[in-house]
């Protein structure tokens, strides 16, 4: 259990010190799905209401809705290493959007179309349509039976809320810079990091050696002891040994001398 807690300890703080940013999953944003939206109709409208030839705009406004949706890609791609480029692009990305919605706004105007706001009648609902869809599957069908003041009030539409979500993206980039920094802040934090884990790794080594070499010491002083032991417990046996020898030489004798002293007497007694 204890390693299983380290280990996810050590995880843990290999994820707080990774240098490249996770890269953010731009498919599910919702502000390039809708900027997604926008360049699709924006090419509808330039095919049904412009002339094909001959007129700047359609070019200007397939290129501001191309540019705005490749931005947001190309910045979430590049926010895996500079924080800043991401929002340099983004930035790029809402002006883009900013001279398409100008382009609607002066079709409009120059055909005397009127721009739906809070008093029109269909304003709510084509509001509360565009903020929750995000697909253009949920516009295609419309597409084609659009009239062209329809047609251009939705894409305003889009075009403000899409600007209004990069805005809250765009804080949020901020915030999170000012909290975790950029690739540099990183980089340093996490080569500081891995300099301080090896070097609490050499200490915890070097604390463990000199533990080591005391118990070896300990170990070495016990072996002393015991073969001191050893030997006076060898030198005792050898004592005991030698005095048993000895008094058993002496029994011999004893006998021997009273055996001797018997024989010599029968005959005298004879």
Known sequence: ME?????????????DKKVLRDVVDWQHLHLYQKSDVLYQLTFIFCQRFLPKYGDRTVDQMVQAARSGKQNIVE?????????????????VA???????????QDYLNSRNLRQWDFHHCRYNGML???R????????????MRWTAEEFC?????LCHITDKMMCSYLKWLEKNFVQKGGIKERMYAARTGYRQQQDELLSKYKQENEALKRKCSAYEHEIQCLKAELAKLSNAACDTSTTST?????????????????SSSSPSSQ
């Open 3 to 15: 390693n299983t807690h380290q280990d996810g300890k050590e995880l843990s703080a290999d994820k």
């Open 132 to 143: 929750e869809h995000n697909l253009f599957a949920d516009y295609k069908p419309y597409a």
């Open 128 to 130: 509360a349509y565009c």
């Open 75 to 91: 910045g979430s791609e590049d926010g895996m290493t500079s924080t800043e480029m991401e929002i340099k692009l983004l930035n």
């Open 153 to 157: 009030n939705v894409a305003l539409t």
């Open 94 to 104: 809402r002006s883009s959007f900013r001279e398409l919605r100008e382009d609607y």
């Open 246 to 262: 000895t008094s058993t030489t002496s029994i011999t004798s004893i006998t021997s001398a009273t055996s001797d002293t018997s």
